[in-house]
């Protein structure tokens, strides 16, 4: 049996609940036209959000589109400011309740479990795969194909409903998923909604449990649609390939990506989460770097670089560094 999420329907679309919503979804968009225009006749559009919900007639509107570079080119699908409204009331006690579900190296979009802390996780599984270095260490690092493009609604929808008793709350849960497909009916997530990088977690708890429960992989990392495992036996590692890509496959509909399938040592240097890790330093992509300066050099201003210089300190790279310091100095009055 598990963990039974508790919170009632009407706690949830509370004018209380919604209102602590709305404070929390103005922060850093206070600028933006359509929030500005929602505001303007704030009460009137929380007390008709909620009398829709209570009276079950809500029903989730469509989405804008839009492409943006992260730096790979990605579509990013946007709901109304009443839909992620709704968004954030329910994702301010569905957090919590699913934070404690979840395992303790799930890493993405998670309050205090960010990139960084992925990193520096790799590092100390690293020295205890490794016996503090004294033997070989092997990392199998995989990535799920197209990974929110396939996300299947009804195993998702199952998967909550494991969790939610209430019939009114999963209701909810079940308008707001099915509101978004991608090339097939009931298939894919929207990367624009808060509730998208919930429900991405919950879905891959699913294996991040069978590869620590039935697996024992112990020193096991995921980041989103990224994970790596930690032994000193190749073999061992190799062998869990068809093990994960048959697990995937049937229980979650997903598919490993084929060309970003690697074993490697972490002596030869792991390119994990934008890094390349060796055993006592990293180091970022050639790639990243040249971002880097490309970017410096168009937009020369104290922002641009005092956000590589934010990203760059957790890494070993003073060279790097010194040379984005100098790259500014050169162009900022072009």
């Known amino acids: ?32 036209q359509d929030v500005n225009f929602y505001s303007m006749k704030l009460m009137d559009n929380i007390v008709s959000l909620h009398l829709t919900l209570a009276n079950k007639t809500y029903k989730h509107g469509p989405y804008k589109s839009f492409n943006i570079c992260d730096p790979k080119p990605r579509n990013i699908h946007k709901a109304s400011v009443n839909d992620r409204l709704l968004h ?21 979009c998670r309050q205090d479990k ?22 070989t260490c092997w990392v199998l690092k995989c990535d799920i194909k197209k990974f929110f493009a396939n996300v299947d609604h009804i195993l998702l929808k199952n998967i909550l409903r494991s969790y939610m008793p209430d019939k009114d709350t999963m209701d909810l849960l079940d308008n707001i998923i099915s509101s978004f497909h991608c090339t097939h009916l009931n298939v894919g997530l929207p990367l624009g909604n808060l509730t998208s990088q919930l429900f991405v977690n919950i879905y891959m708890n699913e294996l991040d449990q069978f590869m620590k429960h039935k697996i024992k992989a112990k020193y096991y990392i995921r980041y989103c ?3 790596i495992i930690f032994s000193d036996n190749r073999n061992w590692l190799e062998s869990l390939i068809p093990i994960i890509r048959d697990f995937l496959a049937v229980k979650l509909k997903l598919e490993l990506h084929p060309n970003k399938i690697s074993i490697e040592t972490v002596a030869s240097g792991v390119d994990f989460l934008g890094w390349i890790n060796f055993s006592n330093h990293r180091l970022p992509r050639t790639t990243t770097k040249k971002r880097m300066i490309k970017r410096i050099r168009n937009h020369p201003t104290p922002e641009t670089l005092n956000s590589y210089l934010g990203l760059l300190k957790h890494g070993n790279t003073k060279k790097l560094q010194r040379l984005a310091i100098e790259e500014y100095y050169l162009n900022e009055n072009n």
Do not use: C
């Open 88 to 108: 954030h009331a329910l994702y301010r006690h569905f957090y919590p309740f699913f934070d404690d579900v979840l395992i303790a190296d799930s890493f993405s």
């Open 114 to 135: 960010g990139l960084h802390k992925a990193i520096n996780r790799f590092r100390s599984f690293f020295y205890k795969a490794s016996k503090n270095n004294t033997r």
């Open 1 to 32: 049996m598990r963990k039974q999420f508790i919170k009632t329907f009407d706690e949830l679309i509370s004018m209380e609940n919604l209102l602590e919503a709305w404070h929390e979804f103005l922060k850093d968009k206070r600028n933006r």
């Open 225 to 227: 649609d990224d994970f």
